[in-house]
């Protein structure tokens, strides 16, 4: 079977979306003739938002993109990649930890499946210091997270927290 090398997944935990999330999703976009976000359901990680919350999240602030596509993914990434069909996986790189994570998943995953390739996008330094984990510790001490994340990701934790406060 060819290969289908024009479509890639973006896989991640979006926990939550970041901007430095939704700048590698723009690039990829405009490289791949379609992108899918795939939002990881893991089980045993603790997570601020639920699933589908981060999925919502996803498509609210990417509603302005046309060529993407945002799913739940469980198991290996490698076998939801070849249920697809699509081979190519794109991941983003910050700092020498990351690349040192994503290296050791990169060569895993290619043990496991040979035909997937994954591709790294450089972040922007404009969004080099952004991490979720860092969003969530910042948000939960209710510091000012609006200039790390899109205004659509803002304005779905302010709505879910005034929610909680007033339960
Ligand atoms: P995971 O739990 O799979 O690491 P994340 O949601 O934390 O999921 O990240 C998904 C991908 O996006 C990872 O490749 C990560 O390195 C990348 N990423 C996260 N934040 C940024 C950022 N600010 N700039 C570029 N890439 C990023």
Known sequence: MAKNNKVAIYPGSFDPLTNGHLDIINRAASIFEEL???VAVNGEKETLLTKD???EIIIKATSGIGNIKVEFFNGLL????SRNDVFTIVRGLRTLSDFEYEFRMAI???NLDNSIETIFLMTDEKYGH???SFVKEIYNLDGDVSSFIPDAVLSYLNKIKNEKNNK
């Open 130 to 132: 952004i991490s979720s």
């Open 78 to 81: 490698v076998d939801y990649a």
């Open 53 to 55: 919350e981060r999925l």
């Open 108 to 110: 895993m995953n290619r």
């Open 36 to 38: 899918i976000i795939a």
